[in-house]
């Protein structure tokens, strides 16, 4: 085969890539003529993907409920990979890793399509949730997900994080807190997050099993990722842009877009769910691990709010309104 220019031009590129890292490239070489080819169902893992249901009863559709939780999870992590994405965007790193500090300036169409690949992950969730609604006989739902205990989706610490690194700490406290702790130290703020008030028995105000097993595996490690991606979350780093930026018609909407997809669309697919399966119109039906999803899911009870500053009084006062409006009734 001959030697091309295209291909000289290709060894040379090669060669000055591992010299810039100490390497040598005829190793590299060496490794490409021992090396498999890759083949699709070594790469995507698909044996060990389908290994991971493990049903804990016999009813045919808790596989269902198991696999939408786990593609669920996976597009978590896909929403908090563009999240990190944004939040160090800036950040110089030199050719050998070396942290260098930040470039004061955010990309902002980089800003704008990260935020669309929020969106597009959520909305495509939110718009698959029918398999959970629908997905299930009901008789098997309510049967199974006693074996369940005290588990609940409750329990995912993605969309706590991604929670954590869109938006200031003071819009997720507690709404009865939230004036009170608005000037407070961020720990302060994330000891009274609003979802701690989401698994408690009612009648004594004790935490659940569900919600004392959840703060005891990941609370410590959301103080500590609170102190990583506050001073770079979404909104500072929307803040840091120019005011010409700021009001890129654009940025406004994809940033109002996550704020409802995040804060209404998607508890509210939830409330939905809960309740096709658990109503009974007795107002006192727990979900899954004993949270208190009448109270915990509607947008209107919490106003969880990313970006308040981007609404105008009288949609924060309506606050998920227009999708109980059109959805609901």
């Not at 890793?97 to 969106?119: M, S, Y």
């Not at 629908?134 to 005290?150: H, P």
């Not at 001073?231 to 654009?250: A, F, G, H, T, V």
């Not at 509607?298 to 309506?318: T, V």
Request: charged share 30%.
């Amino acid at each position: 085969m001959e030697i091309t220019p295209e291909i000289q031009k290709r060894l040379e590129l090669l060669r000055d890539k591992y010299a810039a890292i100490g390497q040598d490239l005829n190793s590299y070489l060496d490794g490409l003529i021992f090396a498999n080819p890759i083949v699709y169902w070594d790469y995507i893992e698909v044996d060990a993907l389908l290994s991971l249901q493990k049903p804990k009863t016999d009813f045919p559709d808790e596989k269902i409920f198991i696999v939408y939780h786990q593609i669920t999870e996976l597009y978590f992590n896909l929403i908090e990979h563009e999240i990190d994405q944004i939040c160090r965007n800036g950040k110089i790193i030199s050719d050998t890793g070396q942290d260098l500090g930040w470039n004061e300036k955010l990309d902002v169409d980089f800003f704008i399509a990260r935020l669309k690949r929020c969106n597009m992950y959520f909305e495509t969730l939110i718009r698959s949730f029918d398999v959970m609604r629908f997905g299930m006989e009901k008789d098997q739902f309510t049967k199974f997900r006693m074996a369940l205990l005290s588990s609940s989706g409750f329990q995912t610490a993605a969309y706590r994080r991604i929670e954590i690194a869109c938006t200031d700490l003071k819009y997720l406290v507690h709404e009865e807190k939230r004036r009170e702790l608005q000037d407070a130290d961020i720990h302060e703020q994330l000891n009274n997050v609003y979802w701690r008030r989401g698994a408690i028995v009612a009648e004594t105000g004790e935490k659940t099993l569900t919600l004392k097993d959840f703060e005891d595996k990941y609370l410590r490690t959301f103080h500590d990722f609170a102190d990583e991606y506050q001073p770079m979350n979404i909104w500072k780093k929307y803040s840091s842009l120019s005011n010409s930026d700021q009001k890129n018609p654009e940025v406004l909407k994809q940033l109002k877009l996550l704020d409802v997809n995040v804060n209404i669309n998607w508890p509210l697919v939830h409330y939905r769910t809960a309740v096709h399966y658990l109503s009974k119109g007795t107002g006192e039906e727990k979900g899954t691990g004993g949270t208190n999803w009448q109270k915990y899911l509607p947008p209107r009870f919490q106003k969880r709010i990313f970006y308040p500053e981007l609404w105008s009084k009288k949609e924060i006062q309506e606050w998920g309104k227009t999708w109980v409006d059109s959805v609901l009734n």
